[in-house]
C-alpha cells in the first residue's frame, strides 16, 4: 500500500492517534516525521529520550496495510512495547534472544499468516538463515530502525549487525525506513542515511534542549557523603549510575543503612530479579536505584527527580541518554556528576583497556585456538560457549582487555562475540511418565504447570527442551515469579531438573583459524575506533572541568544544536551571577580583542588562541557568539572580520 494521501492523512493518524493513545494532538515534531513517512519517503527523525518516538511509527504503521519491521536491541523495549500495543488491542510480537527455534517459526508464520501490526526484532536476527528465508512472505509496509546511531562507525554503540539493515532494504523494494535516535552528532546524522540507503537526505530534529533539566557538576573528594547530601535536599525517585557491578550492592546497601529506601540492578542479575527490582521502582516502593548502564534502556517512568554519575561515562553521548532519565514529565529535576580529582586518570586508563596493543590481541585469538583445541583451517561456524574467568584462569590474562581483544577482532571480521548471549531456560523431567501420574500431593498450581509443560513441549522425558516462563505464565494465570518458584520448588523434588535462563558469552568463528602471521587488524577496527573513543573521552573530560560555558550549550553544540541563550539553573550558570559584573566586562575586553585582531589580518583558531592570549574554553564560547551574530565569517579554515562589522 502506498502512503496515505497529503489531504487525508493528518485525519487519518488524528484519528489513530485519539483511538489508540486518547491524545487529540502530536507533540514537537512526531507529526512532521509521520507525514513524511506516510509519503514513503525515508526518514530520520532526531528525539530526545522521552520525545515519544514510539508514536512516530506506531501511527503510521496503522494507517499502512501490513506489518511494520521494528529493528532494536533492546529486549527490555521490546517486551515493554510489544505489551502496551497488546493492551491497546493492536497485535504485535517479537524474536529476541532466548528463544527457542521452535518458537522463533510459529513467530514468523503467524507473522505471514496472521493479522499482526508489528514485529519487534533484534538486528542479531536479520542475519539468520530462518528469518531471511520467511521474510520475502510478509507483507511489509515500513521498518522502523530504533537506536540507529548504532548503524555508525562514528557513533558511540556500533554494532556491526545493524549493516544487515541494508541487505535486508534490497529484500523488500519499495518499503521506506524510518530511523529513530537520541544521540546523534552531525558527523553521525550524514552517516545513518548513507548506511541505510537514503533516496535522499531527509532530517526531521527536535531540540535536545531540556529546559526543565539541572546540569550540575560537584567537585568533591568525598563522593558517599555529597550522595547522601544531594539525596536528602531533593527529593522523589533517582537513579543512581555506577560503573561496577560490585559498587551498585555495595551504595545500595549503605543508603538502606541511612534510611534510604534503595535497591540495585546489573546485567547480572537473573530475570526474575530484575523485573521485581525494576517493578519496586516504578510503583514506588523503592527511591533509589543504583544500577550500572545496563538499567533504564525502553524503561518509562516520568517522575525520576535526580540521576547522579557517580563515576564518569565514558561519552557524552552515553552521559546524555543517562541524565536524560530525569523529568519526562516535565516538572523540575536534576543530572549531577560527582566529579573527582581521580577520575580524569581513571577514565583515560580506560583507553589501553579499551584497545590493547595489537600484539596482545593477536596473542588472545591465538590462545583462543588453543583453549578450544581449533585446528589450522577448522572453525568456520562454529558455535562454543565462552567462560571469560575460565580463560583468563588458564592464560593468566585480566578479564576486561581480553574482553576488548574480542571485540576488536569481532570488528576485524575473525569471529562474533557475543558477551550478552540469553540461553533459554531449559527443563527435564527426572521421574518416568507412570510415576508423575502416581504423584498427588503437589497442589492445584503446580498440577496445571505440568500439564501445561507436558501439552505444549515434547521429548521432556528424554532430554532437555526449551522452555518460556513468561508463555508458561500467561497460560497458567500465574505470575511469572511464581512459576520460576514452582519450577525451582519441582527440582528440589527431583521430579522435574530445571535451568534458568542465563546469560553465556558465546563465540562464532566467522572465518576459519588463521595463521597469526596472516591475521591482520584494519584501522577501521582498531586505529579509527580508538581514534574516536580518545575524542569521547576528552569530550566527556572537557564538560566535567568546563566552568566558564553554560552545561546545556555546551551539550547542545555537541550534538550540532545551535543554542543562543544560557539555562540559568546549571552550576555554571548560578556560578556566574555572582560574579557576573566582572566577567561580563572581561568577556566584553576580550570580544573587542578578537574584532581588532582579524580586522588585522584572517586568523586560524590556534592563531587567535596565542593573539588574545586567553582561556581556550572562554575564547571557544565568545567565538560561537561572534560567529552566531555574524560579526565574523569561517572561510577555509581562517576567521574573516564580516564586512560592515566594527
Known amino acids: 500500500m502506498s502512503g496515505i494521501p497529503e489531504n487525508k492523512e493528518g485525519d487519518v493518524y488524528h484519528q489513530i492517534l485519539k483511538q489508540y493513545w486518547g491524545y487529540d494532538s502530536f507533540r514537537g515534531i512526531q507529526e512532521d516525521i509521520i507525514r513524511s513517512i506516510g509519503r514513503n519517503e525515508d526518514t530520520l527523525g532526531l528525539m530526545p529520550t522521552g520525545g515519544g518516538k514510539s508514536v512516530t511509527f506506531q501511527v503510521p504503521a496503522l494507517a499502512r496495510e501490513g ?157 558517599w557523603h555529597e550522595l547522601l547530601h544531594i539525596l536528602r535536599k531533593v527529593g522523589g525517585s533517582a537513579i543512581v549510575y555506577v560503573r561496577s557491578r560490585r559498587r551498585t550492592k555495595e551504595i545500595a546497601e549503605r543508603l538502606e543503612s541511612e534510611g534510604v529506601a534503595a535497591d540495585y540492578y546489573h546485567a547480572g ?111 568456520l561456524g562454529c558455535v562454543r560457549e565462552f567462560d571469560i574467568e575460565d580463560f583468563c584462569r588458564k592464560f593468566k590474562y585480566f578479564p576486561v582487555p581480553v574482553d576488548s581483544a574480542l571485540k576488536i577482532l569481532t570488528q576485524a571480521g575473525y569471529l562474533d562475540y557475543a558477551d550478552e548471549q540469553d540461553n533459554a531456560s531449559r527443563l527435564l523431567f527426572t521421574v518416568r511418565r507412570d510415576e508423575l501420574y502416581r504423584l498427588s500431593t503437589l497442589g492445584d498450581d503446580a498440577d496445571r504447570l505440568i500439564r501445561l509443560l507436558l501439552r505444549n513441549y515434547t521429548g521432556l522425558f528424554t532430554d532437555y527442551a526449551f522452555i518460556n516462563e513468561d508463555f508458561l505464565a500467561t497460560r497458567s494465570g500465574l505470575t511469572r515469579r511464581q512459576v520460576y518458584e514452582m519450577l525451582v520448588n519441582l527440582t528440589r523434588l527431583h521430579i522435574v531438573h530445571y ?36 575524542e569521547r573521552i576528552r569530550a566527556i573530560l572537557d564538560y566535567a572541568e568546563n566552568d566558564t560555558v553554560c552545561r546545556s550549550r555546551r551539550l547542545l553544540r555537541y550534538f550540532g544544536e545551535k543554542n543562543e541563550h544560557s539555562c540559568g539553573q546549571c552550576d555554571v550558570c548560578l556560578g556566574s551571577r555572582s560574579r557576573h559584573g566582572g566577567q561580563a566586562s572581561a568577556k566584553a575586553a576580550i570580544r573587542q580583542r578578537i574584532l581588532q585582531a582579524v580586522a588585522a589580518r584572517p586568523l586560524t583558531p590556534a592563531q587567535m588562541l596565542e593573539a588574545v592570549a586567553v582561556d581556550k574554553e572562554m575564547l571557544a564560547d565568545i567565538l560561537h557568539d561572534l560567529l552566531d551574530e555574524r560579526c565574523l565569517v569561517s572561510e577555509n579554515g581562517l576567521l574573516k572580520l564580516r564586512e560592515g562589522t566594527k
Open 67 to 223: 506489518l511494520c519491521l521494528v529493528v532494536t536491541p533492546l529486549i527490555a523495549l521490546m517486551k515493554d512495547q510489544v505489551q502496551n500495543l497488546k493492551q491497546r488491542g493492536i497485535p504485535a510480537l517479537a524474536i529476541h534472544a532466548g528463544m527457542g527455534r521452535d518458537d522463533i517459526i510459529a513467530t514468523l508464520e503467524n507473522c505471514i499468516f496472521g493479522p499482526y501490526k508489528f514485529l519487534y526484532v533484534s538486528p542479531e536476527r536479520l542475519d539468520t538463515d530462518i528469518f531471511r528465508a520467511k521474510l520475502p512472505r510478509m507483507r511489509v509496509s515500513m521498518i522502523a530502525v530504533d537506536e540507529s546511531h548504532c548503524i555508525s562507525q562514528w557513533g558511540y554503540d556500533f554494532r556491526p549487525a545493524y549493516l544487515k539493515i541494508a541487505e535486508i532494504r534490497s529484500l523488500l523494494p519499495g518499503v521506506p525506513v524510518l530511523a529513530l535516535t537520541a544521540t546523534a552528532t552531525p558527523q553521525v546524522v550524514d552517516d545513518i542515511q548513507a548506511r541505510l540507503h537514503f533516496a535522499r537526505p531527509n532530517v526531521f530534529r527536535m531540540s535536545f534542549e531540556r529546559k526543565n533539566l539541572a546540569y550540575i557538576v560537584r567537585r568533591t573528594e568525598d563522593k
Open 269 to 379: 542479575l537473573d530475570d526474575a530479579a530484575k523485573d521485581q527490582r525494576q517493578q519496586r521502582w516504578q510503583r514506588g516502593e523503592t527511591r533509589v536505584i543504583v544500577a550500572t548502564n545496563a538499567f533504564g534502556m525502553g524503561i518509562d517512568k516520568p517522575d525520576v527527580r535526580l540521576v547522579v554519575h557517580i563515576d564518569l561515562p565514558d561519552s557524552i553521548e552515553a552521559y546524555f541518554q543517562e541524565a536524560g532519565r530525569a523529568g519526562r514529565d516535565g516538572q523540575k529535576a536534576y543530572a549531577v556528576i560527582l566529579y573527582a580529582r581521580s577520575d580524569k586518570t581513571t577514565l583515560q586508563r580506560r583507553i589501553p583497556d579499551t584497545f590493547p596493543d595489537k600484539d596482545y590481541v593477536k596473542e588472545v585469538y591465538e590462545h583462543l585456538q588453543y583453549y578450544y583445541q581449533m585446528a589450522m583451517g577448522d572453525g
Open 499 to 534: 535451568i534458568p535462563r542465563k546469560k553465556i558469552p558465546h563465540i562464532v568463528y566467522t572465518r576459519e583459524r588463521t595463521d597469526l602471521s596472516q591475521l591482520r587488524i584494519p584501522p577501521s577496527a582498531y586505529e579509527e575506533r580508538k581514534q574516536r573513543y580518545e
